[in-house]
């Protein structure tokens, strides 16, 4: 099967490698998360393997593995964290320092922004995970900076809900593959132009493309064609 893109709401065509494109997974866990197995390493060449970067690392509650990577120089990284508040989870890019859990999804958000960090609202209508509950999504709505519309663990009617709540929120469209095994990265990802910092990622993932269900030797004959293609 062919991969599915799935365009942005601004309908703009599938971008291309040529064109200065970098293709992220945006929520990914390691050995970090009490419920995964793959350690930082394991990570960080996978997306490698597939042309994924920079990585996006978003354990629970800790940014120690992603910490470690930028020690090891695997490449970039982006910290994230998926923090348990009593509101359920959020999830924060671009952190500097972890956000502790337990608290309320007010000051967690708060603790973010405070770094400069974006709110990503993950898998906001599945009903088998710990999802930000409605009222604190309504209460906290316009600090939202991405809705996840489409993570590669949930189905297809709480991803298509998530779809309708980006657009009644009016804010960029994002998608990871809430990976805990090494296979299930990449099995959902962005194509988005190359960014630098938070703020110039949120702008550019308003044009980006949603592209899910690809098959992994594709992309990984891609991310070894791509050198050529830009010494070309």
Known sequence: MRPVALLTHTGDVRMTERDGVVRVDIHVHSSASPDCGVEP?????????????????????TIEGARWLRRQRSGRVVVGQEVTTTDGEVIGLFLDG???????ADEAVRRIKAQGGLVYLQHPY????????????ERLAPHIDIVEVHNGRSGDEANRRADDLCAILGVPAGAGSDAHTVGEIGSVYVEVREFEGPRDFLAKLREATIVRGPRRWRLRMEARLTPALRRR
């Open 41 to 61: 390493a394991q990570v960080a060449a996978r997306c490698r393997s597939l042309g994924l970067s920079p990585v996006f690392l978003t354990d629970h509650d």
């Open 98 to 104: 972890p956000v502790p859990a337990g608290l309320s």
């Open 126 to 137: 599945d009903t088998r995970r710990r999802a930000l509950r409605e009222v604190a999504i």
